[in-house]
């Protein structure tokens, strides 16, 4: 059974960075999308970032040119390394892998990010 495991939340200051990790129990070779979602609390999960297997990326118009997604299939790991950090990006994030974005196979755990102003 594939797992995703996520690492790499925390809490950071504005304008601060951190990389997320998102790392695949056996290979995602097969899934066509992988990418990140979040929710914060009180609103709807909205997708951050995604991927395909051929290395296509298309990322939320709030975080363009901050935040970038990219897949290592070697490693069975995905990332998202966010820079510029606001408080608005705290949320609990969440990796998937699946056909396409809205065709999830497979969730992670969620891990939470924390900007403090």
């Known amino acids: 059974q594939v797992q995703l495991v996520e690492s790499g939340g925390g809490l950071v200051q504005a304008g601060g960075s951190l990389r997320l990790s998102c790392a695949a129990s056996?290979?995602?070779?097969?899934?066509?999308?992988m990418g990140w979602y979040r929710q914060a609390p009180g609103k709807q999960r909205e997708l951050v970032a995604a991927?395909?297997?051929?290395?296509?990326?298309n990322s939320a118009d709030s975080v363009k040119g901050r935040f970038t997604i990219s897949r290592d299939n070697a490693e069975n790991t995905m990332y998202l390394q966010m820079n510029s950090l606001k408080p608005e990006d705290t949320a609990v994030y969440y990796c998937?892998?699946?056909?396409?974005?809205?065709?999830?196979?497979?969730w992670g755990q969620g891990t939470q990010v924390t900007v403090s102003s």
């Open positions: 991927i395909t297997s051929g290395g296509s990326t």
């Open positions: 056996r290979s995602i070779f097969s899934a066509n999308a």
């Open positions: 998937f892998a699946g056909a396409a974005v809205n065709i999830i196979w497979y």
